[in-house]
């Protein structure tokens, strides 16, 4: 008895619940990696520009996409709405909860565009090259073009994945991972007489197939009868305040959680080029392996939203914590297997970054396969508090994830990773450390507030019943009969009270 109940613990109702979440998790999983390939066909494309076009895409998609995944992660609160809507069999909540997600995204993304279009001057005021600045305003001016798409394409994958329909997701996510790599060609190499772009050319193309990921996803749910009756497009007008302030209110904790650690991140990476170019290569190897084996625990995090917010939507608080216990398994699951790829064969990561090593790449893999070791650590404990903060999203529970993540990454995990860097003298394997101690510290954080979280009575008032099993429909009877109860315990008392 770990978790409190015999229907929380059983072994069979823990089967069924990681079944389901492994149904919903794999494509999702999947659509993450494909994501991912995307973003490195980019940059190998890129690269073979040359290295001040290198230079010029690295800066400008670091910021680009560093202000995107904020307002991303806003929109993103039209998952758990959708998914507890779901549970409670609330369709006209399902149908808001999207309306009202795609006029957050446009209000979050007009500011956002106009920031992007006078970024370059920024980008000079932070030091950078001003021949290198001026190419990546160029690339930021073409790329926000795909913005807007980008974002409603987000509220649109968010009531998806709260129906608990994720193919959909997944086969616009190929067609676009296609599109992009010919389009690539054709904007930056003047492929079929293409126009020969460079590296403006990749911004351009990154804004098209935006573009392509929100119209396919549309196309999908208007050709889909279910989807299409559910989202209530054809009503969508003006902003619902109300419904408006209280996506808002779910969402700005995950768009600021991710900046925290998205940010943390990116300064580490600062922190280890003060150290040298060997370490930092051997760095970018270690954060870009652990990088893809976190797709798949993300995607394991995103449908463990979904199970959680369904089951508290139905009032079924005993569903709701199988639910959470099983994604955080499964995700620190999969993750000791990646660890242990990490810590017991690391030259067969490094030789997929670096092939054959000779001269100067023998020390960054030496110390990449070091870095390695390390991460072996830090892959379990970031699947763990990836999972746990997907739990608490289906709870509708986004700030405490926030104020976790801000001490665990900026108080800990930063301050140790300056401290043992720097203060001890360890360099790149201690600033590795500090950023797994700041890890363990949100997986801890997270994983206890779940506990405590899913045993209160706020996740399920709206439902009005606490149970133990499968949920039972609750219906609203007389005044004297408003006490949370199933049907037949209501009709009980209200008999009682009638007699």
Known sequence: MIFGSAAVTSLPLFRREARATLALAAPLALTQLIQMAMGFVDVVMIGRLGPDSMAAGVIA????????????????????????????????????????????????????????????????????????????????????????????????????????????????????????????????????????????????????????????????????????????????????????????????????????????????????????????????????????????????????????GQAAGAGDRAGAERAGWSGVAMGAAFMTLAALLFWLRPEWVVWVYLGTVTGDEVEVARFAAVLLGIAAVFQILDGVQATAAGALRGLKDTRAPMIVGAVAYWGIGFGSAVWMGFGLDLGAEGIWWGLTLGLGAAAVGLTLWFRWRVRQRGPFEQAGVEQQGEAEPVVALTPACRAPMTCSERNRACHALDS
């Open 61 to 308: 998609t670091s910021v680009y996409f560093s202000l995107l995944l904020v307002c991303m992660g806003v929109v993103m609160a039209v998952n758990p709405m959708v998914s507890q809507a779901v549970g409670a069999k609330d369709e006209a909540m399902i149908g808001r909860s999207l309306r009202q997600g795609l006029w957050l995204a446009t209000l979050l993304g007009v500011p956002l565009m106009l920031l992007l279009w006078h970024i370059e001057p920024v980008l000079g005021w932070t030091g950078q090259d001003p021949a290198t600045s001026v190419l990546a305003g160029q690339y930021i001016r073409a790329i926000l073009w795909g913005t807007l798409p980008h974002l409603w394409y987000a509220a649109l994958r968010g009531f998806a994945e709260g129906l608990g329909r994720p193919r959909p997701i997944l086969i616009v996510t190929i067609v676009a991972a296609l599109a992009n790599a010919g389009l690539n060609g054709v904007l930056m190499y003047g492929w079929l007489g293409g126009p020969a772009l460079g590296v403006v050319g990749a911004g351009w193309s990154s804004a098209i197939v935006m573009g392509v990921l929100f119209l396919g996803l549309l196309l999908y749910v208007r050709l889909d009868r279910d989807f299409w009756h559910r989202a209530g497009l054809t009503h969508i007008r003006k902003p619902d305040p109300d419904a408006l302030r209280d996506l808002f209110r779910l969402g700005w904790p995950i768009g600021i959680s991710f900046g925290l650690e998205a940010g943390l991140f990116a300064v580490t990476t600062l922190l280890v080029g003060n150290i040298g170019t060997a370490a930092l290569a051997a760095h970018q190897i270690a954060i870009n392996a652990a990088s893809v084996t976190f797709m798949v625990p993300l995607g394991v995090a995103l449908a463990t939203t979904v199970r959680v």
